[in-house]
């Protein structure tokens, strides 16, 4: 079975930009959940969906988003960006159910100047 | 919010023994996470406890108790590979989205 896979692997973008990221969860999974995570702040939820549907929410500011395809391909986006955003990007897959164990994708490292 | 507390960094000698130990609150605990991560690389699940007891898988073993709202990662015959970071992560109440702990930063020298 292939694994999760994220898009693009780096990114470098200026503050005020937008910008979306991409990841294919392991086929057959149905949740897609997004982590920021940084050095200070370890990895942060961000937002899960489940089946085309945000299941479960984080506390992050209204200009981070998602969205998930009938395929459950999900993407994620973020507004006007900030210094601070600056993070590695990290998608998990998972069956949504039960044991729920979770398989990361490699990353996305967003870099904000 | 839900505490979850682990030692930042440990050293130890290639071929001991480490305990890498995590707390947390126990209101709504529902199941418990080890995941290893490796500089620049993404997180890989290791292991899930839900009931009290030791859980045993090759050279690493997790312990829980749920009443005492602690966990610990052992792993024994250790090898220079498992230098990484060992996050904890618990799932609450009735989400299946764990929270993870800030992580510990194992560091194996010769």
């Known amino acids: 079975k292939a694994g999760v896979t994220q898009t693009p692997r780096y990114l470098i973008k200026t503050r005020g930009q937008q910008v979306t990221l991409s990841c294919s969860p392991i086929?057959?999974?149905?949740?897609v959940s997004w982590y920021q995570q940084t050095p200070g702040q370890g990895l942060q939820f961000l937002f899960e969906?489940?089946?085309?549907?945000?299941?479960n929410k984080g506390n992050f500011p209204g200009r981070f988003s998602g969205r998930q395809f009938s395929n459950s391909r999900s993407e994620m986006n973020v507004s006007t960006l900030e210094l601070g955003d600056s993070a590695l990007y990290l998608c998990?897959?998972?069956?949504?159910?039960?044991?729920?164990?979770?398989?990361f994708g490699p990353g996305t490292r967003l870099t904000v100047t | 919010g839900q505490n979850i507390d682990q030692p930042t960094e440990m050293t130890a000698t290639e071929g001991a023994i480490v305990q890498i130990n995590c707390t947390y609150q126990?209101?709504?605990?529902?199941?418990l996470f080890w995941y290893q991560q490796h500089a620049g690389e993404a997180p890989t699940f290791l292991s899930y406890n839900v009931l009290d007891g030791l859980e045993e898988k090759g050279r690493f073993s997790s312990f829980l108790s749920r009443s005492k709202g602690y966990s610990y990662l052992l792993l024994k015959e250790l090898q220079m590979k498992d230098s990484a970071s060992y996050l904890c992560a618990v799932k609450l109440g009735g989400s299946y989205i764990p929270t993870f702990g800030r992580g510990t930063s194992l560091i194996v020298h010769p």
């Open positions: 126990t209101s709504g605990f529902n199941g």
């Open positions: 998990a897959s998972s069956s949504g159910e039960g044991l729920n164990e979770q398989y």
């Open positions: 969906y489940f089946s085309e549907t945000q299941r």
């Open positions: 086929s057959g999974h149905r949740s």
